[in-house]
């Protein structure tokens, strides 16, 4: 799978509800298109009217999860242990320097000799993620921005 589209369904508010994966076997990106809204639509909770064929609640929901995990998994800001702390313990309104307090007074910042933030590190996406994402049942037409 490189690029992948999917017609998850209707929304009340916005139509069709569209979303688009792209894996080139390193970084997993994938955003989505509500009305005339592009990006990352997870922020809020979709209002299905109805959903597109092999699409359920608990397969969108799956989705949505996946999707908040693993998008851009080539720019995470901590070590694997920091980001496992930050996940663990999370709190709203977080920013850079929160995220820094928080895990210097866990005693993982830095994290062996790696401070939070100073590069992008890659976090490899596991095999089943992937398998779940191409199973996914993909668009049956191609929307206008394709």
Sequence with gaps: MTTKI????????????????????????????EGDSYGQIITHEWDFVSYAPGWSAELVATF????????L??????SPAQEAFLREN?????????AC???ARAGLNPDNGY?????WLVEE?????????????EATSKPAWI
């Design 6 to 33: 999917l017609n998850i369904g209707q929304t009340q508010r916005y139509g069709t509800l569209w979303a688009k994966i792209k894996w080139d076997g390193r970084k997993l990106s994938i955003a989505g298109v």
């Design 64 to 71: 949505r999860s996946v999707w908040d995990r693993w998008h």
């Design 73 to 78: 998994n080539d720019m995470r800001a901590g």
């Design 90 to 98: 999370p709190q709203s309104g977080r920013d850079y320097s929160q």
């Design 101 to 103: 307090a928080v895990l």
């Design 115 to 119: 401070s939070y933030g100073a590069n």
């Design 125 to 137: 996406v596991p095999s089943d993620v992937i398998a779940f994402l191409e199973s996914l049942p």
